[in-house]
């Protein structure tokens, strides 16, 4: 079984700073993929990153980055240079093996909300 | 559309009677999944359809669920005689063979009274 923990229930960051999103994780796959998604008010989750367990990188995205540490089993988000529009849900999330042999099947965590002050 | 759609946006049903959510997945999307959020928590996995079968359905809480997909493109979740507890946003995702990321639609928001 995979597991998804997400400890932070809400974070706060000021403006044009950067920003850490803790995300641990469990599982006994030797292949899989971590994913972070946010869920603005609309309600749909948008795709933001994506990690493969074998990646030896971290992955990065424009002003998002994923700090993996695969000892550690941690898959934290960066958001750097925080904007407004920031403030939103953010969902960290696993499949049972990376790239394009999975089915795809996500396991969620509890999701955090960041606010950034102005 | 280009997007993941799905109808109806909203949904307010009397506790017993039976609802449909339907979802239109990204055109040439094979693979597609239903998924359901309660108030504050995070996504619970319902069901995978690959095509037209269902290869995974370990995420259906129970017999009153079911979902069909026909012509390997819009796919129909069937609740019966809906409970209170039923009460969530249903989220549904498509995504393309061989690429990582799904794409989410809006949800239907369904709350049983």
């Known amino acids: 079984a995979q597991k998804i923990t997400q400890t932070q229930p809400g974070m706060f960051v000021q403006e044009k700073e950067a920003v850490t999103l803790d995300c641990t994780y469990d599982?006994?796959?030797?292949?899989?993929?971590l994913f972070w998604y946010k869920q603005p008010s609309s309600g749909e989750m948008i795709f933001l990153i994506y990690?493969?367990?074998?990646?030896?990188q971290n992955a990065t995205e424009g002003r998002y980055s994923l700090n993996f540490q695969k000892a550690r089993k941690s898959a934290n988000l960066v958001i750097s240079a925080s904007q407004l529009g920031d403030s939103t849900m953010y969902f960290c999330?696993?499949?049972?093996?990376?790239?394009?042999?999975?089915?795809?099947?996500?396991?969620f965590g509890q999701g955090t909300i960041l606010t950034v002050h102005p | 559309g280009a997007g993941v759609s799905q109808s109806p946006s909203n949904k307010v049903t009397e506790k017993g009677k039976d609802v449909e959510l339907r979802c239109d997945p990204i055109s040439g999307h094979t693979a597609l999944y239903w998924y359901r959020q309660s108030l504050g928590q995070g996504l619970e996995f319902l069901i995978y359809f690959q095509g037209n079968s269902a290869p995974d359905k370990s995420g259906l809480p129970s017999d009153r669920f079911s979902a069909e997909r026909t012509g390997g493109s819009v796919s129909t979740l069937t609740i019966q005689r809906t409970q209170q507890e039923d009460s969530a946003v249903y989220l549904c995702?498509?995504?393309?063979?061989?690429?990582?990321?799904?794409?989410f639609g809006q949800g239907t928001r369904l709350t049983v009274v």
């Open positions: 995702a498509s995504r393309r063979q061989g690429n990582t990321e799904a794409f």
């Open positions: 999330a696993m499949s049972a093996s990376a790239g394009g042999t999975s089915y795809g099947k996500l396991t």
């Open positions: 990690q493969g367990s074998y990646d030896e």
């Open positions: 599982t006994s796959d030797q292949s899989y993929g």
